[in-house]
């Protein structure tokens, strides 16, 4: 049999001028019969079914048929090659038989048909079956945006977000988080070279399309070391059933590499409902804004958040949004822990009521637990359900890794941080915290190599240049450190706790000039804005004023801010230590030893 094609057709499919509406003519179109077009699904033929049907027509895009095909020429060729036709010469039947052989034949691939066509004791699974090598991570790599407009890039990037999260559910593979899947968004490295990079076993890639209310997803599954494509399938639907495509390529990948399954897995793969496509699209540009991190970008998605909420009640998600963009918030100084903890409580508790399997949720409840009621021990149990409903959820890592640092184990947080980053290698921020987790740690220098590497990443990266002003200024390499600290300033737009740092490091080099002008800035923005005590404190705890940095440590208590937390293992707090004030302090926020 040979293996010629028509030309290629070019462009996106938009119109049934590139569409195949049926088998016949797919099989035409690829000039073979439907037998064996039907057998090259199973190859990874692009085929398209409705999924709000369960026997629905299929259909097929000329341009994906075409991608399949070059991709697929040599592997073709050689099961053909494998099948050489032989011919047997026979006497035919005699007239008094053929009837009844003609029958007999009839009534046998009936029944073999109807096994086939119902998958009778995984028949057709058997027949079919692939060798696919062992998978046990993944990458998803970023979907290329088919729609034509370059500003629905933020939908394209969220649904990969989405697609990474329902992936991660399952415990047993490990999958790259979105930050270093990223990294590879528009790249022209081949799939092994990313394989090598992130030390994966596949590759998940494909497109996304948004159209007068429909929604169109392409995956294409490849085995990342040999760059053999296993499998490739369409999804297309109403917007409103977005979340359900998700679910069914996740469970269609996970089928494909014969992964087993928790019955809780299962149920959270099965599990979805319609979402109103305005609200989802009011969600994924608020997850664009919230992976920014900065002030700016915090405050405009809870906004987007609270819209999607506003048009759709019912969706957890958003909910869970608006507490983690909160948290950071709190982390950095630019909201007073006590205004807000109850809109997190709020926000949470729906979210959890709406889904209580929402990792999200778990790591958000997890930090506000640790932040605003300094409950320990509620913290742990949440931050560990986040860990063990997402597994790959570096976001719950890091968090975790805060915590523990807090409580004193500092070694136990380093290692669930490197478990971050090795979930998402290429994320700066995540690296970063490496590097802030060997500061506190009094492990300098290692800090000080992991928070270079994050700047090279991005060198417009605010918290790293934070956290290595921080790390000079405890290696008594003031100009370094304040050089540092001073571009974090300018980074973060005068966030109160760098300035703190920033004070600290002039008073530290035995600059009390510079020191003194930090305070009256920090005094100036608290007639405008909330200002956290802590930056207050960490000035004065470095010009030796130990009355004065207790005094605003307390208010930090009694503010419920989040940095307070870390003063156990802080190394600009090493001078009050000895300060029988200190232990009060830890009793405060439930550290007392």
């Known amino acids: 049999m040979g293996t010629s094609k028509p030309e290629p057709s070019s462009g996106a499919p938009e119109s049934c001028a590139v569409r195949l509406d049926s088998w016949k003519e797919i099989a035409a179109y690829l000039k073979r019969d439907e037998r064996t077009v039907r057998r090259w699904e199973q190859e990874g033929l692009p085929v398209h079914r409705h999924v709000h049907k369960k026997q629905a027509s299929i259909y097929a895009y000329k341009a994906e048929v075409d991608a399949w095909w070059n991709s697929g020429r040599e592997r073709l060729e050689a099961a053909n090659a494998s099948r050489p036709e032989t011919t047997v010469q026979a006497r035919p039947p005699s007239n008094s038989r053929w009837k009844s052989i003609w029958f007999a034949s009839l009534c046998g691939a009936a029944i073999i048909a109807a096994a086939f066509a119902f998958n009778v004791a995984g028949m057709r699974d058997r027949l079919f079956a692939r060798s696919i090598p062992p998978v046990r991570s993944i990458v998803v790599l970023p979907l290329q945006n088919l729609s034509g407009d370059p500003s629905q890039e933020y939908f394209a990037d969220g649904m990969t977000d989405e697609l990474i999260t329902e992936l991660a559910q399952v415990g047993s593979l490990r999958v790259i988080s979105r930050t270093s899947a990223m990294h590879y968004k528009a790249t022209a490295k081949t799939a092994p070279e990313i394989a090598r990079e992130l030390n994966v076993d596949s590759v998940l890639e494909g497109s996304v399309a948004r159209s007068s209310g429909r929604v169109r997803i392409t995956a294409q599954l490849i085995a990342a070391r040999t760059d053999e494509h296993l499998w490739a399938h369409g999804y297309e639907g109403e917007a409103k059933d977005v979340l359900e495509m998700q679910s069914a390529v996740a469970r269609d990948v996970v089928k494909q590499i014969r992964l087993r399954l928790t019955t809780t897995e299962q149920g959270r793969l099965s599990r979805s409902r319609p979402v109103n496509p305005e609200a989802h699209e009011a969600y994924l540009k608020g997850l664009f804004y919230w992976n920014k991190r900065d002030q700016a970008s915090l405050e405009k998605a809870i906004s987007l958040f609270n819209q999607a909420i506003n048009i759709d009640p019912g969706y957890p998600l958003p909910y869970a949004g608006i507490a983690q963009s909160y948290i950071p918030l709190t982390y950095l100084g630019y909201v007073r822990g006590a205004d807000i903890r109850d ?10 009521e709406l889904d209580d399997s929402l990792a999200e949720a778990h790591t958000a409840l997890g930090s506000a637990k640790h932040f605003y009621e300094y409950d320990w021990a509620g913290a742990e149990r949440e931050f560990n359900r986040a860990i063990q409903l997402n597994p790959s959820y570096a976001t719950a890592h890091q968090w ?7 409580k004193g184990r500092g070694d136990e947080a380093l290692a669930e941080h490197i478990s971050a980053q090795t979930l998402d290698p290429f994320s700066p921020i995540i690296i970063s915290g490496t590097g802030h987790r060997l500061y506190r740690l009094r492990r300098y220098e290692e800090a000080r190599v992991s928070l270079s590497d994050a700047l090279e990443m ?6 790293a240049h934070w956290n290595l002003g921080l790390v000079y200024t405890e290696q008594r390499d003031f100009p370094s450190a304040i050089k540092e600290l001073q571009k974090a300033d300018t980074l973060f737009r005068g966030s109160p706790l760098v300035l703190g740092g920033l004070g600290y490091a002039y008073a530290a080099s035995g600059d009390q000039v510079d020191a003194r002008k930090v305070l009256l800035r920090l005094e100036e923005q608290a007639r405008q804005q909330y200002v956290d005590p802590d930056a207050f404190a960490l000035v004065y705890a470095g010009l030796g004023n130990k009355d004065k940095a207790f005094e605003w440590l307390i208010k930090a208590t009694d503010d419920r801010e989040g940095w307070v937390t870390f003063i ?4 600009m707090l090493d001078n009050l230590r000895s300060d029988t004030r200190f232990e009060g302090l830890l009793r405060r926020i439930g550290l007392a030893h």
């Open 343 to 352: 809109k997190v409580a709020a926000a949470l508790a729906k979210a959890l």
């Open 400 to 406: 975790y890794a805060q915590m523990l640092g807090c």
């Open 458 to 463: 991005d060198d417009n990266l605010p918290h």
């Open 568 to 571: 156990n293992a802080e190394p």
